[in-house]
């Protein structure tokens, strides 16, 4: 049988890079209800994963020819377990490709399952993956077949950059904190968030990791005005902090398939701006033809009972920041926790915005107390209501 020559093995750049090129472009085929992003590399296959501590990349080869692609990363993160937090070490799926000819022959199944062997051998105690609500196909492969359960439904949120900035208002100061400070401010803040990541501090550092910013209004009594956010851990009573990954640089986006709302509402908006440029029309850009650049918001945090104003306005800072950029920076992504209220805040479209997808997850060790693996994903997927939901601290590095 043709499956018996199958060969699944580590991606080699020198001589898989082509193939693995060839065989995304012929596994983009998304929803046709509303519209879907698709991803370029831009001649890095790798460039998902490229900044991750640990990372893997394998393929499934027949007859010298590349059917198929799966990726992994292994970082160390906070999970909530028996209402305590534990830092534990996790394994990232992402990127599965299999060719449409060779579907439904058990390719996907082995190498996920030769990911997970990966991660083994590196001691993770979880495994993870993203993929949409309506991906029946990625369901029925890590759900019913790989014993992968549903763990969170974050929020997608896509904002359009547009030629003209946004107005900020006066009584807001936007500060730009250092490594150090941003550092010691989402650890202190953030560390027990779920799936806060162990190494910010290489994020932080990172070339693509444009800075962190925080926001407070004038005036108040506080160490800030003085540039020194946070001294003495005084704090103002109502303030807002994000960060910004830059992927214009090593991933772009590509729109698939737009729909004919999506097209008209484009065409439309621009001849609007061009005529009645008074009514300052929010227009989309024209991104339907070539790749664009993106921006990835990530570890966004407020406090204070005027922390959601501070967070639109750091919203609109960062669209101001984008459409200076010269390397065709055309939206602004971030992802959230489902049940976020965050999302009443951050500026977004629709029509681009995915409002649920889907995490799933499977422990793949026990711990120490020799609990069982399914008390152990009770722990970590119980239903929390609205008000008691968790946030979710998303890494750009898997975006």
Request: glycine content about 6%; proline content about 5%.
């Amino acid at each position: 049988m043709a499956f018996e020559k199958i060969k699944i093995r580590s991606y080699d750049s020198q001589i898989d890079k082509i193939g693995v090129e060839d065989l995304q472009r012929r596994c983009e085929v998304g929803p046709l209800d509303h519209v879907f992003l698709f991803t370029d590399t831009m001649g890095d296959p790798i460039s998902r994963i490229r900044n991750s501590p640990i990372y893997n990349m394998l393929v499934a080869e027949l007859n010298n020819e590349i059917i198929g692609v799966i990726q992994g990363s292994i970082k160390v993160v906070t999970l909530h377990i028996s209402s305590k937090n534990h830092l534990a070490k996790v394994g990232y799926i992402l990127g599965l490709r299999v060719a449409p000819v060779h579907r439904r022959k058990g390719i996907a199944l082995s190498l996920a399952r030769n990911m997970e062997e990966w991660f083994i051998s590196h001691q993770v105690d979880y495994a993870y993956m993203a993929t949409e609500k309506d991906n029946v196909a990625s369901i029925k492969l890590f759900v019913n077949k790989l014993g992968y359960v549903k763990f969170r439904t974050p929020t997608i949120l896509v904002h359009p950059v547009n030629n003209r900035p946004f107005h900020l208002s006066s009584s807001v100061e936007i500060m730009k904190l250092n490594i150090e400070q941003a550092e010691f401010v989402y650890r202190k803040f953030m560390s027990s968030t779920e799936f806060f990541p162990h190494d910010i501090n290489r994020i932080l550092k990172n070339e693509l990791s444009s800075g962190t910013w925080v926001a407070y209004f004038r005036g108040h009594d506080d160490e800030s005005s003085n540039g020194v956010f946070g001294l003495n851990g005084r704090f103002p009573n109502s303030w807002a902090m994000m960060s910004v990954w830059k992927s214009t640089e090593v991933l772009k986006l590509r729109v698939g398939k737009p729909t004919f709302s999506c097209t008209l509402y484009a065409k439309s908006s621009r001849m609007m701006e061009r005529v009645l440029p008074c009514l300052r029309v929010q227009t989309l850009p024209d991104f339907f033809e070539n790749p664009f650049g993106f921006y990835f918001i990530y570890g966004v945090y407020r406090e204070g009972p005027s922390s959601g104003q501070l967070v639109r306005t750091l919203c609109k800072f960062v669209h101001n920041l984008a459409t200076d950029e010269k390397d065709d920076c055309k939206v602004i992504v971030t992802e959230i926790g489902g049940y976020d209220e965050l999302k009443l805040h951050i500026p977004h479209w629709k029509l681009l915005s995915c409002p649920e997808d889907l995490w799933c997850i499977k422990p793949l060790k026990l711990y120490e107390d020799k609990r069982t693996k399914t008390s152990l994903i009770n722990d970590l997927t119980k239903n929390p209501t609205p008000k008691t939901t968790r946030a979710l601290f998303v890494d750009p590095r898997e975006v």
